[in-house]
């Protein structure tokens, strides 16, 4: 009985990751309380996805890029052992990404393929209460890895 975790997601495959945030950022405020989470945590699923989408961003099974929807507290630091730190700051209140960068260069797509933050990474964002126009220009590639059309 678990979510399908990769839904709110296909709104970046729409030109809607703002629409994408909205809806991580309400299903996490709604469903995850201090008296538990929604289903079975499966082999640790829910919570995971909790840690992924509290980060502001999530794997898409299958391909080398996560999803961006902007973190939910202001400081993250993984410490990955083979890879550096992966530190991810927030700026600004709401649910919606105005801006992001990457180690200080501005990021214009609402997704990042796995090397983009490989070795130690700053992924800062920008956040606003008013959905904007950001990581609309560029859509994430499709399932064989070439770029999806736009319709």
Do not use: C
Request: charged residues 25%; hydrophobic residues 35%; without cysteine.
């Amino acid at each position: 009985n678990e979510p399908g975790f990769l839904a709110p997601t296909l709104f970046h495959y729409a030109d809607r990751p703002d629409l994408s945030s909205k809806w991580i950022h309400r299903f996490v405020a709604d469903r995850y309380t201090m008296k538990g989470y929604p289903g079975d945590d499966d082999s640790g699923a829910m919570s995971s996805y909790y840690v992924w989408v509290s980060m502001g961003i999530f794997p898409n099974a299958g391909q080398d890029i996560y999803f961006l929807s902007g973190p939910l507290y202001d400081r993250i630091i993984v410490h990955r052992p083979e890879d550096g730190l992966l530190t991810i700051t927030r700026t600004g209140k709401g649910e919606y990404i105005a801006a992001a960068t990457i180690n200080g260069k501005p990021l214009d797509k609402a997704w990042v393929h796995e090397r983009e933050i490989s070795g130690d990474t700053l992924l800062a964002f920008t956040m606003s209460v008013e959905p904007t126009d950001w990581g609309k220009k560029i859509l994430p590639p499709s399932d064989d890895g070439r770029a999806t059309p736009r319709l």
